[in-house]
Each structure stands twice: as structure tokens, then as C-alpha cells.
């Protein structure tokens, strides 16, 4: 009788620490799951990106392409035409639809309006594109000698978690760069060109 209840007093301390052990065990496990969404939510982080471009021409003249804002497609290869979906040609709430030469589109709305120094946008309607938010700035900077420093920037958060923020880091940016370089490009030679209709003037 003895013996048995040693047995059994044996078996219950071997389950105890068995059950100690699993909810250890557990315990790492949600706690290495719950420290991977932690890493997954620093990992979607906004990845931040630019390419900048020295203009021959005064920030004025630069204002007067870019504050066109209805005609991005002037200055934007990629771009086939624009949609105004707003009575606002410009300024802070303004928006278009920009479609695609391969059919796909995306919405943008000014967020920031600075004459003669840029402007903000935030993209939206990003269907054909693997992002969750997005921004894209324009900044315009005076040089000496009427020239103008141009910084075109985008602001964006991957989908797919860690997968995505590297694609982000590496493959995107990469093709963002051939757009992006593109455009100040186009700018460059617009703001060059004879004539611009309907420019807005730009004032300090």
C-alpha cells in the first residue's frame, strides 16, 4: 500500500512537471509568436525613398509646371492621362485618378500645398500596386545661378509582412527609381520648353 501510493505520489510530481514544462514550452511559443508581430508591425514601417535632379531654371519657372496639377501626365511618362476629381485644379484637397499605359490606376490627393516649394500627395485606390499606404512629395529647393534643386520622394508600406518590407527595400526601389528619375526627367525638359499654358504664378 505503501509502495503504491509512492507510485502514485511519484506519477502525480512526473505530471506536475510535465504540465509546468508544457506551459513553459507554451509560453515561449506565444511569446515568440507575439515577439514576431511585434518585428512584423516594425517591419511594415513607411520605407522612405528619392532621387533628386539640379535644374537649370528658377523655382519659379519649376512652380509653374508643377502646380499644374491636373497635367501630371505632362511631366509623368508612365502616365497615359489624367481624371480631375475635383472642381479644385490645385491646392490642399485636390484630387486625380492617374491611369497607366497597362491599363491600372491610383488616386491622388494633395495633403500639403507650399507655392514655390513643393507639394504632397497621398495615394490611394492602389489596387494593381502590393502597398498599404503610400505618399509622394515633391520639394522644390533654390540654388545659385537660377538653378533649382528638385527632390521627388515616396513614402510606402509593403503588404505581405517581412517578404514585402525586403521587396520594399530592394526590387521596388530599384523600379521606383527608373520612374521617379524619369519624371524629373520630363520635368526638367517641360520647364525648358517655350510654352507652358495656363501655369499658375507663383508667389512668395
Known amino acids: ?16 512537471v510535465a504540465g509546468r514544462d508544457s506551459i513553459l514550452m507554451t509560453g515561449t511559443v506565444i ?10 508591425q516594425r517591419i511594415e514601417q513607411m520605407i522612405h525613398h528619392e532621387r533628386t535632379l539640379e535644374i537649370n531654371a528658377t523655382t519659379e519657372a519649376i512652380w509653374a509646371v508643377l502646380s499644374r496639377f491636373m ?9 497615359a492621362y ?6 479644385e485644379a490645385n491646392g490642399i484637397g485636390s484630387k486625380r485618378r492617374c491611369y497607366f499605359e497597362n491599363g491600372s490606376s491610383l488616386v491622388e490627393e494633395v495633403t500639403e500645398w507650399d507655392p514655390n516649394r513643393g507639394y504632397s500627395v497621398r495615394l490611394s ?3 494593381a500596386m502590393p502597398l498599404t499606404d503610400a505618399h509622394a512629395t515633391i520639394a522644390i529647393k533654390p540654388l545659385d545661378g537660377a538653378r533649382t534643386r528638385v ?13 514585402g518590407w525586403f521587396l520594399g527595400q530592394t526590387l521596388m526601389k530599384m523600379m521606383m527609381s527608373k520612374v521617379l528619375d524619369s519624371n524629373l526627367k520630363a520635368l526638367a525638359n517641360k520647364v525648358n520648353s517655350d510654352h507652358i499654358p495656363d501655369a499658375e504664378p507663383a508667389y512668395y
Not at 497635367?71 to 502616365?79: C, G, M, N, R, T
Not at 489624367?82 to 472642381?87: I, Q, R, S, Y
Not at 521627388?152 to 517578404?163: E, H, I, N, R
Request: aromatic share 10%.
Open 31 to 40: 511569446g515568440n509568436a507575439y515577439d514576431f508581430r511585434k518585428s512584423s
Open 82 to 87: 489624367v481624371e480631375a476629381l475635383t472642381h
Open 125 to 127: 485606390d492602389m489596387t
Open 151 to 163: 527632390i521627388w520622394s515616396m513614402d510606402y508600406a509593403v503588404k505581405y509582412g517581412p517578404l
Open 71 to 79: 497635367q501630371i501626365d505632362e511631366i509623368a511618362p508612365q502616365i
Open 1 to 16: 500500500m505503501g509502495l503504491f501510493m509512492r507510485q502514485s505520489a511519484a506519477r502525480d510530481k512526473m505530471t506536475n
